[in-house]
């Protein structure tokens, strides 16, 4: 099995910065791609950042872009989201996950780049962790 846990959420003020980290256990060199997906009460998930864990490509939606970075770390099963000028919009439940299809993965970095719809969750999902950001 793959299992994911985050860490590093938390409240900050607008402006501050946080980095979200995703620990990755099991069957690590199966996942064709991870990625940062965000949810608030009243709204549609949201993709936010997609990264191919082979060549490490990366796709980040347009709301965050130039603000959000996602990286990994293959060597130490970790995956990361460093946030910069955080703002009270992205105030949201984050959930890092992973998924061994490639064609599966194509989809997702449309759905993130585009909002095109995709047909089904990740296969693997961490528990969520909290990012508040205050005016």
């Known amino acids: 099995q793959v299992q994911l846990a985050e860490s590093g959420g938390g409240s900050v003020q607008a402006g501050e910065s946080l980095k979200l980290s995703c620990s990755v256990s099991g069957y690590t060199s199966s996942n064709a791609c991870m990625a940062w997906f965000r949810h608030t009460s009243g709204s549609e998930r949201e993709g936010v950042a997609v990264?191919?864990?082979?060549?490490?490509?990366?796709y980040h939606a347009d709301s965050v872009k130039g603000r959000f970075t996602i990286s990994q770390d293959n060597a130490n099963n970790t995956l990361f989201l460093q946030m910069n000028n955080l703002k009270p919009k992205d105030s949201a439940m984050y959930y890092c996950?992973?998924?061994?299809?490639?064609?599966?993965?194509?989809?997702?970095?449309?759905?993130?780049?585009?909002?095109?719809?995709?047909?089904?969750?990740?296969?693997?999902w961490g528990q969520g962790i909290l990012v508040s950001v205050s005016p």
């Open positions: 996950a992973a998924d061994q299809s490639t064609d599966w993965c194509a989809k997702l970095v449309r759905f993130v780049t585009m909002r095109w719809p995709i047909p089904r969750q990740a296969q693997y």
């Open positions: 990264i191919y864990t082979s060549d490490g490509s990366s």
